[in-house]
């Protein structure tokens, strides 16, 4: 099996490596306590001064498709609820996704562009009988991941 | 007392060696074994066969780094033993996750070449590695070669989990990239 062997042959790899990464040897530890409890003051600051405006951390590619996936911060019976910094978010796909694994691609990756929002573009879309996550990585102008799921 | 010393008990056939090493390395080795088997008992044992490996190979043996000669050692009996629970169906731990996500590394084309050597791919795999970041490159042996579960790297470096699954998928297409360029087939 092709897995297997990549993950036999990196057991051969340069032990600097290793040893760069030995879980013994946390390289960076969590942010002090401090930092949180200045990062909520900074947050009600903004609130009080009612500057906070409402983030879309996403785009859709939805090409004309009346039947694609829509996003709505109103519960949709099938939706796929995702919580980000911004508010909470429901992506509608017009039918039940059956796929656990698809779900928690597509809030792993919202959870990410959220973060990196200048960086990343996720894309979804109908493609036959599947639905289709495509990551596109904004800074080198391609295609970063793709991956389809079952509807 | 320092890994020098230990590789010499070792060399004089001391049996103080391996308690040494079980003192200064056990839980290192451990640690390796449960994440391939996520079950004490079986990581204990491949521990002691750890143990049992390093007294055969030294001498003539003289491991540059103790600890990471060490969990080698461990992390290729624990695959290995993995293999064998797989068979009996009693498998567990991180590897089904791991191997599903290598899945993404294997390039797409197939080529008429033949398939090429370990060594070969190591070294692919070293310059793949060294054209990562520090981050990135921590995250990624984490993952595969330590068999580290993702939140465990996410806490560790004190990161999201989705940042840390995000790396590892640039990671994983990077590798793959690099594996196509070179014509590698594995």
């Known amino acids: 099996m092709k897995e297997e062997r990549i993950l036999n042959v990196l057991g051969k790899v340069d032990e600097k490596y290793i040893k760069e990464a ?3 040897a946390k390289a960076k530890r969590n942010a002090p306590v401090w930092t949180k409890w200045a990062a909520m ?3 009600l600051c903004l609130v009080a001064f009612g ?3 409402v983030l879309k951390p996403f785009s859709l590619d939805d090409p004309g498709n009346l039947d694609g996936p829509v996003i709505s911060e109103n519960a949709e019976p099938d939706g796929v609820r995702c919580e980000t910094k911004s508010g909470i978010y429901y992506f509608s796909f017009g039918v039940n996704i059956n796929s656990k694994i698809a779900e928690e691609y597509i809030k792993s990756a919202l959870e990410e562009i959220e973060a990196n929002p200048d960086d990343l573009t996720i894309h979804l879309k109908y493609e036959g009988d599947e639905i289709v996550v495509i990551l596109i990585d904004n800074n080198q102008g391609c295609e970063l991941h793709r991956k389809t799921f079952p509807k | 007392m320092d890994d020098k ?3 010499d008990l070792y060399w004089e056939r001391s049996e103080t060696a391996i308690s040494e090493t079980a003192k200064k390395y056990g839980r290192y080795c451990h640690y390796i074994a449960f994440n391939v088997l996520h079950n004490d008992e079986d990581s204990e044992e491949c521990v002691n066969d750890t143990y049992l490996n390093a007294w055969n190979s030294m ?3 003289r491991p540059s780094v103790l600890k990471t000669f060490l969990g080698k050692l461990t992390r290729n009996i624990s695959l290995n033993k993995y293999k064998q629970l797989t068979a009996e ?7 089904p996750l791991i191997i599903d996500e290598l899945h993404e590394c294997i390039p797409a084309t197939e080529s008429t070449e033949s398939i090429i050597d370990d060594m070969v791919l190591v070294d692919v795999f070293n310059r793949f590695l060294a054209s990562l970041t520090v981050e990135q490159r921590k995250i990624f042996m984490r993952r595969y070669w330590y068999l580290s579960p993702v939140k465990e790297i996410a806490t560790d470096y004190g990161m999201g989990e989705s940042k840390v699954k995000m790396s590892l998928l640039r990671s994983r297409n990077e590798l793959k990239h690099l594996l196509e360029k070179e014509g590698v087939s594995l």
């Not at chain 2, 169906?89 to 590897?95: A, I, S």
């Open chain 1, 22 to 24: 030995d879980p013994e």
């Open chain 1, 41 to 43: 003051a900074a947050c």
């Open chain 1, 51 to 53: 500057i906070v405006g």
């Open chain 2, 5 to 7: 010393q230990i590789v």
């Open chain 2, 59 to 61: 001498p003539s043996h």
């Open chain 2, 89 to 95: 169906k009693r498998g567990n731990g991180q590897v």
